[in-house]
T-cell receptor, first 114, second 115 residues
Framework: DQQVKQNSPSLSVQEGRISILNCDYT??????FLWYKKYPAEGPTFLIS?????DKNEDGRFTVFLNKSAKHLSLHIVPSQPGDSAVYFC?????????????FGKGTLLTVNP | GAVVSQHPSRVICKSGTSVKIECRSL??????MFWYRQFPKQSLMLMAT?????????EQGVEKDKFLINHASLTLSTLTVTSAHPEDSSFYIC???????????FGDGTRLSIL
């Protein structure tokens, strides 16, 4: 039973445009959410996180939106750059901080075309 | 920033061999580290939580006698795949974190191939 779902296995976007990656979760105990970026043969790199007490967090070109009632979050990348091409994983935890286990989605492969 | 180092990056060995993977936090102390496994085109699946100075906590379905975890210091956790078989071939990744309100940071993973 997938508690964190990324229903789009891939997304293709033109350089300069907005990339929107979506994530849904089913476990209402989740209250901390993260996005990681992963290149082949490397470990995931942390991008941005959001606590359930917020509905938006922004860091440069990256913004994460959280809709608790819909159990949905999304990552917006504006403007998209070719170097953003990678697999993006959504992850969730039932507690904030790094000492609690993460549940991951299957990832979305983002391709940004020049 | 925080760095997690994982070694080796790739292992190819014969069936029946035991393989040890190391995970080190390079510039911080980690009381808790995590071991994940990833199959192709799948999500990262948590195998176990490694606690410094105590026994690891294994997720349901993970054989603790098969995947031995030792967290001997605040900067090192090891995962030993004992008597590895082809079905153990996978990508193994460790992570560690700085604590409350901080994200986990991941190593670069170990590609294990059992022939």
């Amino acid at each position: 039973d997938q508690q964190v779902k990324q229903n789009s296995p891939s997304l293709s976007v033109q350089e300069g445009r907005i990339s929107i990656l979506n994530c849904d979760y089913t476990n209402s105990m989740f209250d901390y959410f993260l996005w990681y970026k992963k290149y082949p043969a490397e470990g995931p790199t942390f991008l941005i996180s959001i606590s359930s007490i917020k509905d938006k967090n922004e860091d440069g070109r990256f913004t994460v939106f959280l809709n608790k009632s819909a159990k949905h979050l999304s990552l917006h990348i504006v403007p998209s750059q070719p170097g953003d091409s990678a697999v993006y994983f959504c992850a969730a935890s039932s507690s904030g901080g790094s000492n609690y286990k993460l549940t991951f989605g299957k990832g979305t492969l983002l391709t940004v075309n020049p | 920033g925080a760095v997690v180092s994982q070694h080796p990056s790739r292992v190819i060995c014969k069936s029946g061999t035991s393989v040890k993977i190391e995970c080190r936090s390079l510039d911080f102390q980690a009381t808790t580290m995590f071991w994940y496994r990833q199959f192709p085109k799948q999500s990262l699946m948590l195998m176990a939580t490694s606690n410094e100075g105590s026994k690891a906590t294994y997720e349901q379905g993970v054989e603790k006698d098969k995947f031995l975890i030792n967290h001997a210091s605040l900067t090192l956790s090891t995962l030993t795949v004992t008597s590895a078989h082809p079905e153990d071939s996978s990508f193994y990744i460790c992570s560690a974190g700085l604590g409350e309100d901080q994200p986990q940071h991941f190593g670069d993973g170990t590609r294990l191939s059992i022939l």
